[in-house]
């Protein structure tokens, strides 16, 4: 069996120019009216969307090697999907990221030693998709960490850095996709905050509906932009 098929169960060819890539099952917020064509690889799952690809990707650590990998494919533009530790925004909250600080060593991140550097997103995408997802997304500077357990001890460096959001997977997203030529963005809910309610504690059922909310809201403003460039026509979005 080919490489690619066995990590993705679909052949090169299946991928779509417009590839969401999400660390979590996310396939029913963008096809939950419709049947689509899913596949199971060994690492990777996909769902035609018709007018994009989704991958999920299962882990964190698994999205750098899975945009390398579309390498070759028809995949032009790669939008990352998911959820985001919050300073100073609430649970719910809609952002599309302008710059990611890389502290995806667990080692610097225990030691304090990372050297902080950012990548950054291909900004007409970026620029794009703000736009079209309307005034209630914030712009964000997000930590990409490799640790949720060592994040508060870094909290006086993230407001240092300018640091909004905190989640595991846009630096290598950024730096991944300009290594294979290819244009790539990411926008996140926030799920959790930073320090007064940190990811293992429960959340009230007033911020789970607010969470519910803002995931469902991104959600329809990336399909929606996507769409709005193959030059279909989209409803407004909410916020706008």
């Given amino acids: 069996m080919p490489f690619f098929k066995k990590l993705f169960g679909v052949e090169k060819t299946a991928i779509r120019p417009h590839c969401i890539i999400s660390p979590l099952n996310e396939a029913p917020l963008f096809c939950a009216d419709k049947k689509p064509m899913r596949a199971h690889g060994d690492y990777f799952r996909v769902t035609d969307l018709g007018y994009a690809t989704l991958i999920g990707t299962h882990y964190s650590l698994l999205v750098g090697d899975c945009v390398l990998s579309l390498s070759g494919t028809p995949c032009r533009n790669i939008y990352l999907f998911g959820c985001a530790g919050g300073l100073n925004l609430e649970i719910g909250s809609r952002v599309v990221i302008g710059r990611a600080v890389n502290f995806e060593s667990f080692s610097d991140m225990l030691a304090g ?19 079209f997802a309307g005034s209630r997304t914030a712009a964000g500077v997000t930590a990409s960490v490799a640790s949720l357990r060592l994040e508060e001890s870094h909290l006086k460096k993230f407001e240092e850095l300018g640091v909004n959001c905190l989640e595991m997977e846009a630096a290598s997203v950024f730096s991944a996709a300009r290594h294979i030529g290819k244009k790539a963005c990411a926008a996140v809910y926030i799920s959790d905050r930073v320090p007064d309610k940190p990811w293992h504690e429960q959340l009230s059922h007033a911020d789970i509906a607010r969470l519910a909310a803002g995931r469902r809201s991104l959600a329809d403003s990336i399909a929606g932009y996507i769409k709005s460039l193959h030059g279909r026509s989209v409803p407004p979005q909410p916020g706008k």
């Fill in 113 to 131: 030693t990372s050297r902080a550097q950012a990548a950054a997103p291909d900004a007409e995408l970026t620029a794009g998709l703000r736009k």
